[in-house]
């Protein structure tokens, strides 16, 4: 879903209104709607959300924090400005301002694992590792077929917190739930295991799956 999406102001998720920022090109997010609640979102918030996005994809990330935190004052109830004021200031090294804005997202919109993921992240780069081991599970728990937050928690693990049985473990599960394996963290898998003294195990079911 392209920044060329045509909003109305219906009964939409407050997903539609959290796009991802990195590489300088910035998308609203509406592949995973199911995760969010739905709420009115005004056309204006929309529309304003748009020009946001635009901002970021030319590269005028002043302008679109600009837009970000006007709406954030005009629609409180959103998530998605502040989640990706949260992603801004992450990528701007400010991470207790990042912190902020993503636990401010993610209490507006408690079902959107994006939003958790990334709050992880930024507890990881703040030496706040069992607050990240929190909220990683947390994602997973609410939405146990997205993998992003095995391979989250098997790199914390891994090379944060030294609790090498439980990253390989973590990174299998990831790995079971490729279509097809990814070949990095195949690799990761097999020097873990090496490093820990860990015999290879029957592949492991991802939680909550059957």
Do not use: H
């Amino acid at each position: 879903m392209t920044s060329s999406l045509k909003f109305t102001s219906v009964a939409l998720v407050s997903l539609l209104l959290v796009g991802c920022f990195g590489g300088g090109n910035v998308k609203p997010n509406v592949a995973a709607n199911v995760e969010s609640e739905q709420i009115e979102i005004p056309s204006k918030a929309a529309n304003d959300f748009k020009v946001a996005i635009q901002f970021m994809n030319e590269g005028k990330v002043d302008q679109a924090k600009a837009q970000f935190e006007k709406m954030t004052q005009e629609f409180p109830q959103l998530a998605g400005p502040y989640a990706n004021l949260g992603m801004i200031y992450a990528k701007e090294k400010e991470l207790d301002k990042a912190e902020s804005m993503l636990k401010t997202a993610a209490d507006k919109n408690k079902k959107n694992v994006k939003i958790l993921n990334q709050l992880g992240l930024i507890y990881r780069q703040q030496g706040k590792f069992a607050d990240a081991e929190t909220v990683y599970k947390q994602a997973i728990k609410l939405n146990p077929k997205d993998s992003t937050g095995y391979k989250n928690l098997g790199i914390l693990y891994d090379i944060y917190m030294g609790q090498f049985v439980k990253a390989s473990e973590y990174y299998q599960k990831y790995q079971n739930m490729q279509s097809e394996p990814d070949r990095q963290v195949a690799g990761w898998i097999v020097d873990i295991n090496r490093r820990a003294g860990i015999k290879p195990k029957p592949q492991i079911a991802a939680e909550g799956q059957q």
